[in-house]
């Protein structure tokens, strides 16, 4: 399990730094295969608010082209930070 979380953290933190170089201001969580839209776990929200600022978009989508957006607060309200 934890090489696994090391993995996905390692990816979201390299997502992180291609948008930010890019000037991009937020990311999307898509799940093709199913219907359901699917929202990133808690350990990579947590990553999220350490990199990017609460108004970081996040945009959900699913198998049908359906999309939600968020922004880093919504998921995320209560979060901690050394900020």
């Not at 399990?1 to 933190?13: A, D």
């Not at 990133?40 to 350490?50: I, K």
Request: net charge neutral; hydrophobic share 40%; charged share 20%.
């Amino acid at each position: 399990m934890l090489i696994t979380f090391s993995r996905q953290i390692n990816f979201l933190q390299g997502i992180i730094l291609v948008n930010y170089f890019q000037g991009k201001e937020g990311m999307i969580f898509c799940k093709e295969i199913i219907e359901d839209f699917c929202p990133p776990c808690g350990v990579c929200r947590q990553v999220l608010s350490e990199f990017c600022t609460r108004d970081f978009k996040i945009i959900l989508a699913n198998g049908k082209g359906e999309q939600k957006v968020f922004t880093l607060a919504e998921l995320l309200p209560e979060s901690f930070s050394l900020k």
